[in-house]
T-cell receptor, first 112, second 110 residues
Framework: DARVTQTPRHKVTEMGQEVTMRCQPI?????VFWYRQTMMQGLELLAY????????DSGMPKDRFSAEMPDATLATLKIQPSEPRDSAVYFC??????????FGPGTRLTVT | TQLLEQSPQFLSIQEGENLTVYCNSS?????LQWYRQEPGEGPVLLVT?????EVKKLKRLTFQFGDARKDSSLHITAAQPGDTGLYLC??????????FGKGTRLHILP
């Protein structure tokens, strides 16, 4: 049963530290999404890729967030420097067609 | 800014009752999806509706897409405790972006 995997599942860090979250999309999926979920804002789209090329990252704070796909089996989301307001659950999702994303279990980030 | 408004935000009802939750927008979507999310997990797709006026059924769940493809509803018949969870609607835009509503948190009391 193919699944999207995300690491780490939980991360606690201090303000100012760099955070890197990793995602392994389902093999063969050509679209990868990064979402952030908070109680206040719900699920927000941060960025998405098609065939490893970034299509839209307008949802990301550009000064501190960056998203990349070094290869087809790895997507990364980096925050540098992290701030308490970045505390959230970050989800990666992949899909073969964009309207059918499969979500990973998420990375719960706490910035103190 | 495209927004999807879901209502109600919270709903707590007794087992066996019927309920409807709504998803509304001023934007037209190429498709609309409903997800269910449980604590500690990612959302799981329940259904995708594509055609205006389309109705899909999944056991006790009935999903409807509005004629203008701007809104949708989810109706649950004879709710059960296993239906408890966060229900999210999501709309697919022409550029393949998928945007989500904030969800309806449903709690079914035994």
């Amino acid at each position: 049963d193919a699944r999207v995997t995300q690491t780490p599942r939980h991360k606690v860090t201090e303000m100012g530290q760099e955070v890197t979250m990793r995602c392994q999309p389902i093999l063969g999926h050509n679209t990868v999404f990064w979402y952030r979920q908070t109680m206040m804002q719900g699920l927000e789209l941060l960025a998405y890729f098609r065939n490893r090329a970034p299509l839209d990252d307008s949802g990301m704070p550009k000064d501190r967030f960056s998203a990349e796909m070094p290869d087809a089996t790895l997507a990364t989301l980096k925050i540098q420097p992290s701030e308490p307001r970045d505390s959230a659950v970050y989800f990666c999702a992949s899909g073969l067609v964009p309207w059918r994303p499969y979500f990973g279990p998420g990375t719960r980030l706490t910035v103190t | 800014t495209q927004l999807l408004e879901q209502s109600p935000q919270f709903l707590s009802i007794q087992e066996g009752e019927n309920l409807t939750v709504y998803c509304n927008s001023s934007s037209v979507f190429s498709s609309l999806q409903w997800y269910r999310q449980e604590p500690g997990e990612g959302p799981v797709l329940l259904v995708t509706v594509v055609t205006g006026g389309e109705v899909k059924k999944l056991k006790r769940l009935t999903f409807q897409f509005g004629d203008a493809r701007k809104d949708s509803s989810l109706h649950i018949t004879a709710a059960q405790p296993g239906d408890t969870g966060l229900y999210l609607c999501a709309g697919a835009l022409r550029d393949d972006k998928i945007i989500f509503g904030k969800g309806t948190r449903l709690h079914i009391l035994p």
